[in-house]
């Protein structure tokens, strides 16, 4: 019976990474190709561009995405009404980012910036044409759905790029796989989602969830600003093509991050939203999660440290070399943000997004003074200054949410120490490999031999050193699963989709 009962966990964490590897592989793909069609500038304009239509993004959501997910009970009034309102909010934006365009590639001195706002303005609305539908289909759990929306949109985006990349359309290839992808996959989820709106207003139902949904937006606005304040320097002191090196340094260190982490957190928030007040639940599944996080994200982030070089020479291109000097320090960064970001869901599970949002205005505020003062010595000082502050800032990080559940600090260390040394092991034989092995070797042959060897290292040491963690992280994926350890079954079907 608890076989059946985990079953839809295990098939929930099984097709979000589905999801998640799907738009991963298509993201590399994005940049090998696209890069040796486009210059740094081009990404660099895009990646200015994605500052203002990111928050943006958060303006048109503010949260109720996330309410309607986390919320115990769902009334129709309520769903009408957060339909509605991201309409008039998204159309709204889309408005505003327009009417803002020239002021803003004013403000950072690239005057092809306004054509590229103008038209990515769209994708307010097309996004907000699909947000309920999505939040209710990840509320019910039908990820399967979810992943195949998802993979889907993003291959057809992925060929419109490219073709409008070679008849020479620049960073209007980049802006077309943005529209394609907020425009299909808003249109499959209508058609996956048996939920339709229909003309009703409730200013009481919003209010009911404005709560949870303000402070979540406080946090999400300081956290995007503290995230963004990098692109930000770099593009108004520095220029397009140091935004471009950097920021696709950026987008490499957080693929972990958003592709990794971001599956579990994406089916474990519904999940725990139901059993707010079990806080013995959630000790113990932290502290499962991040070990288990720990045994994919640690080498994954210490392999690409030591690969770094030739990784940018394959992938990228000899002209994006000097992203393996930023991702020297970006590196670390995103294997500890990718490791230790899921305390967010403590503190959204449990209803504490006020706390949240208080200790994203302190990080915020540090973050963004540490890239200022870095700022002096170029985009690699801005990268340098970032690494420091994220170290920093680990012990609050930890400390604050894990107070919620019961648990120190030691407990998240001893739950990681085994991946570290392991890992650890990994890149001092990779290191001494990467010297030795013969570099007239086909580049991307000596890079596979190499990604290779350290797998394959890291799995032998592994055996030995945390066999029983490594199993753990294997029962993740049968139907008894140790990893999420859930006993009570949840109904994988939405009221609202009956």
């Excluded at 699909?130 to 993979?151: D, K, P």
Aim: glycine share 6%; with cysteine.
């Amino acid at each position: 019976m608890s076989n059946r009962r985990s079953q839809p966990v295990a098939s929930g964490v099984l097709w979000a990474a589905a999801s998640q590897a799907g738009r991963l592989s298509i993201q590399f793909m994005v940049l090998a190709a696209l890069s040796r069609l486009l210059p740094p500038q081009d990404f660099g304009l895009l990646a200015l561009a994605t500052v203002v239509t990111s928050f943006a993004g958060l303006l048109r959501d503010m949260g109720t995405a996330a309410a309607i997910i986390q919320r115990e009970h769902l009334s129709a009034r309520l769903l009408d009404a957060v339909f509605w309102f991201n309409i008039l909010v998204g159309a709204g934006l889309a408005l505003i980012v327009i009417l803002l365009a020239v002021p803003i590639a004013d403000l950072f001195r690239q005057t092809r910036l306004a054509g590229v706002l103008t038209a990515l303005a769209i994708c307010f609305p097309l996004a907000s044409i699909g947000a309920v539908h999505q939040s209710l289909l990840e509320r019910s759990l039908r990820f399967r759905s979810l992943a195949r929306i998802e993979t889907s949109s993003g291959l057809l985006a992925l060929v419109i790029a490219i073709v409008a990349a070679i008849h020479g359309l620049g960073v209007y290839s980049l802006v077309l796989n943005t529209i394609t992808t907020a425009a299909f996959t808003s249109l499959q989820l209508w058609f996956a989602s048996k939920w339709r709106p229909k003309g009703r207003w409730s200013v009481n139902e919003l209010r009911a969830i404005w709560k949870f949904s303000a402070n979540l937006f406080g946090f999400q606005t300081l956290n995007y600003f503290a995230r963004n304040a990098d692109t930000m320097l770099i593009g108004r002191f520095l220029g397009a093509t140091d935004v471009g090196w950097y920021n696709m340094s950026y987008r490499i260190m957080l693929f972990p991050l958003t592709n990794l982490s971001g599956v579990i957190s994406r089916v474990l928030f519904p999940m725990l939203s139901r059993r707010q007040t079990d806080t013995a639940l959630f000790g113990a599944l932290y502290l499962k999660l991040t070990s288990a996080l720990a045994v994919v994200i640690v080498p994954l982030m210490i392999e690409l440290w030591v690969l770094r070089k030739p990784f940018v020479d394959v992938v990228l291109g000899k002209r994006w070399w000097p992203v393996a000097e930023v991702l020297a320090w970006l590196a670390p960064v995103g294997m500890v943000q990718s490791v230790f970001t899921t305390v967010g869901l403590i503190y959204m599970a449990t209803g504490n997004t006020r706390l949240m949002m208080r200790w994203g205005l302190f990080a915020g505020v540090m973050i963004v003074t540490a890239m200022a003062i870095g700022l002096r010595w170029g985009y690699l000082g801005v990268a340098k200054s970032y690494a420091v502050v994220t170290f920093l800032l680990l012990y609050p990080l930890l400390a604050v949410p894990l107070k919620l559940v019961g648990l120190k600090i030691i407990d998240v260390i001893r739950s990681v120490r085994l991946q570290v040394i392991t890992a650890t092991i990994m890149a001092i034989v990779l290191s001494l490999l990467e010297k030795t092995l013969s570099v007239e070797m086909e580049p991307l042959l000596r890079l596979i031999v190499l990604m290779t060897i350290g797998v394959l290292t890291y799995l032998a040491t592994g055996y030995f050193v945390m066999r029983s963690t490594l199993m753990e992280v294997l029962a993740a994926i049968v139907p008894n699963n140790k990893l999420i350890g859930l006993r009570q079954p949840l109904n994988p079907r939405n009221e609202n989709e009956k």
